[in-house]
């Protein structure tokens, strides 16, 4: 496609409810990141996939939060058990090339509200 | 936790002015990039300067680095109501990290 796509565009999930959210990468694009952005705050960096291989998960917060990208084109994170500190935005970003060296695209994000 | 950290957190200038905003990180870089985000979406990438430039410019930004000084600057030029957004630098470490490192944000009005 000619961008990041995001699905669902909004979430609300009932305290303890599993989540799962999804990222179609512009096609071709290698590098795939998901990032959490909280209210008023800049995005956090969550996870990155070169391809299928997800080099660095540092930044999930706790083993509740998964992610996959097992053909190395859409990639979905799951979120499970959710409680409502999991409420943010959940940016997608892909890049043509290893890593961000050449700047990204981001999707328009998930909106995760946790009641 | 975020490395960059942007000034002021918010800013607000009539259209036709210049709006400058700037940055600051703590430790070497590769790159620092700069981001917009209209309210409820995502993230539109800008401008990228490399740690061995000193200036760039694309249309109305103007891009600046002081690697001694670790920080950065964002000049609009002429600035238009529909550049109100908020703006983000990011930086790259580089090497096998390759994760970008977000600042809060400048959030920027453009008053008609």
């Known amino acids: 496609g000619a961008g990041v796509s995001q699905s669902p565009r909004y979430k609300v999930a009932k305290r303890g409810q599993d989540v799962a959210l999804r990222c179609d990468p512009i096609?071709?694009?290698?590098?795939l990141f998901w990032y959490q952005q909280a209210l008023g705050q800049g995005p956090e960096f969550l996870t990155y996939?070169?391809?299928?291989?997800?080099?660095?998960k540092s930044g999930l917060p706790s083993d509740r939060f998964f992610a996959e990208r097992p053909e190395g084109s859409v990639s979905t994170l799951k979120i499970q058990r959710t409680q409502q500190e999991d409420s943010a935005v959940y940016l997608c970003?892909?890049?043509?090339?290893?890593?961000?060296?050449?700047?990204?695209?981001f999707g328009s994000g998930t909106r995760l509200t946790v009641v | 936790s975020q490395q960059g950290e942007e000034d002021p957190q918010a800013l607000s200038i009539q259209e036709g002015e210049n709006a400058t905003m700037n940055c600051s990180y703590k430790t070497s870089i590769n790159n620092l990039q700069w981001y917009r985000q209209n309210s409820g979406r995502g993230l539109v990438h800008l401008i990228l300067i490399r740690s061995n430039e000193r200036e760039k410019h694309s249309g109305r930004l103007r891009v600046t680095l002081d690697t001694s000084k670790k920080s950065s600057s964002l000049l609009i030029t002429a600035s238009r109501a529909a550049d109100t957004a908020s703006y983000f630098c990011?930086?790259?470490?580089?090497?096998?990290?390759?994760?970008?490192?977000f600042g809060k944000g400048t959030l920027l009005t453009v008053n008609p």
């Open positions: 970003a892909s890049s043509l090339v290893r890593g961000g060296s050449y700047g990204y695209t």
């Open positions: 996939f070169q391809n299928e291989a997800q080099l660095d």
């Open positions: 096609s071709g694009h290698v590098s």
């Open positions: 990011a930086t790259d470490y580089g090497g096998s990290n390759y994760k970008l490192t």
